[in-house]
């Protein structure tokens, strides 16, 4: 499109924008962005279309820029003889036979020999890397070089690649090889290892001077000072005893409650009992504490167990000094036992975590009954003790033994601990209510130190267990009777019979009323009269008993027999099963084996 065409459209374009511009101005409510937009994109296009460079004018030097900035740049140096193109200078020469032979080596069918040809293309080769040394080496090689050409031999060409060979090898020894056995970068680091040596010696000549920057070496005798020791440790100190000094961070210094996870010790022969005593020694200390057990449930719910798991970890929360998580640590029942006949290692764990918002709950189940019912509510006693008990369980779910659910919703004034409570049916007053929750475990502050090496025979007693305790005041563990398990008997419940009315029964269709006759308290004729059979009907009545008779003789033979071909054929099969198994047996043996014997020889 020329520029007068284009220029044209656009003056009939801005004739039909103002028009367009006109109507909307008339309208009332348009908004402000709108108005002229015609224009604006317009003169929006002429602008990029005038800052747009062109590069044909650019390379060619043709006037289309608006801005002449870059017109003619190349037409000054441009000819008017197109270089890309091939210009045929008429008659080309080739049937003269000497301009033939010099491109003829050019084509396949050419002479590609010659090691003289391919140095012209690159020129002169010189080797930066090679010695000077073997300039007189390689001299000689390129003297010989040219004479040997054209007469060489596959042996020749093989002794020179062997003589290249052994060059560039003695050259790689030279570099990496230079002591024979030791490389020249181990004898460097060597060599520097032992200056550092020798300096450090001298710099560290006065045994003053080496103490206050290295500090004591180990074997020296050193003098320490401890201060705020018991005076029970020098009364009772015993220099055959070995004493271990060592230091614990800041952070063991504070007490907490630690969570660990613990595992019952496999040669231990009993499992542990919750909040039972237990000598734990954690890093540099050893400690009495009583753990709580628990185990985490799917809803990260801390549940406390009575007993350690036999096969299992379970958690272990006490009270004592902090320790770093990851911290393992091992457990004994007492410090100074030499009685124990059985493995002391009771368990082994390693510590979790010190948080001090833990956590362990214990499953309740409260039990109430109901005493007065009403439709869908109920009121119920002896679950709670007091109106406070009861305020801290509003909303929370109940359910009957019969499974009707309900909800407690407020207390009563009287009696203390009752309530009201709403349930999705009727209630009976014989059930029973039950709430299942969770109380919190409280985990006892108990931390008693071993102290064995400030008694004067070097034993210790702490707390004693339960079993301990009974076991020496010839105590048996008490037993609860609500606690046994009693033998169910159930009184079978007899139903009243079904009685409809004479008033009802006559307005009832036929097919629905009672069909049952009364008890007649006298007989009818029917009943009474006797049957005398005539002498034909009694030899009939006999033959037909007689043939019964011999039926269910016949039937009973039969049955005997066909029981004894049954057990016979089980007693075949079973014969012909053990023989297939022995046989399997058998074959599995000798699979095994070869697959041992490839296994064995895989692994050599």
Known sequence: MDDEEYYESDAEEDQSDEEEGERDDMIVGAARWKKNIANKAKESFIQRQLNAKNLHSIIYGE?????????????????????TRHVWAGES??????????????????????????????GDFEDLEADPEEDGDNADVEEETPQNTEEATPEEEKSKYEKKKEKLKKLFDTDYDENGDESKYFADLQEE?????????????????????????????????????PCELIETLDPHYPLVVGGVANLEHQMGLLQTRTKRHRWYPKILKNQDPIVVS?????????????????????????????????????????????????AT?????????????VATGVVLGLDKTIDVVKKLKLTGTPYKIFKNTA??????????????FEGAMIKTVSGIRGQVKRALSAPPGAFRASFEDKIQISDIVFLRCWV??????????????????????GMRTVAELRRERGETIPVKQDSLYKEIERQQKVFKPLVVSKSLQKNLPFKTKPKVENKRKKQLYVTKRAVVSEPGERRL??????????????????????????????????????????????????????????????EE
């Not at 001077?209 to 005798?221: C, D, F, L, P, V």
């Not at 004894?564 to 699979?591: M, V």
């Open 63 to 83: 006037d289309t820029d608006s801005s002449g900035q870059f017109a003619g740049l190349v037409a000054e140096t441009r000819t008017s003889v197109d270089c």
């Open 93 to 122: 020469g080739w049937e003269d036979p000497d301009r033939r032979d010099t491109i003829r080596d050019c084509f396949v069918t050419g002479d590609w020999g010659g090691d003289g040809d391919e140095d012209e293309g690159f």
């Open 193 to 229: 290892v032992d200056t550092q040596t020798r300096t450090n010696k001298e710099f560290f000549a006065d045994e003053a001077h080496r103490e206050r920057y290295e500090g004591y070496r180990a074997g020296q005798y050193v003098r320490v000072t401890i201060s705020n020791m």
């Open 282 to 330: 954690l890093g540099w200390r050893r400690f009495q504490t009583r753990p709580v057990y628990s185990i985490q449930d799917h809803n990260m719910r801390q549940r406390m167990l009575k007993y350690t798991p036999e096969h299992m970890h379970c958690h272990a929360t006490f009270y004592g000094p902090l320790a770093p998580p990851n911290t393992t640590f091992i």
């Open 333 to 345: 029942q007492g410090a100074t036992d030499k009685k124990t006949s059985s493995f002391r290692i």
């Open 379 to 392: 009121f119920l006693k002896g679950m709670f003790s007091s109106i406070l008990e009861v305020s801290k």
């Open 440 to 461: 919190s475990v409280d985990i006892p502050k108990f931390y008693t130190p071993v102290i064995n090496l400030l008694t004067v025979d070097k034993t210790w007693s």
């Open 541 to 602: 009545t006999t033959l037909m008993q007689q043939l019964l008779t011999a039926q269910k003789e016949s039937d009973k033979k039969k049955m005997e027999k066909k029981n004894k071909e049954k057990e016979k054929y089980l007693a075949e099969q079973a014969k012909i099963t053990a023989k297939r198994g022995e046989k399997a047996k058998e074959r599995r043996k000798i699979f095994y084996q070869k697959n041992a014997k490839k296994d064995q020889a895989g």
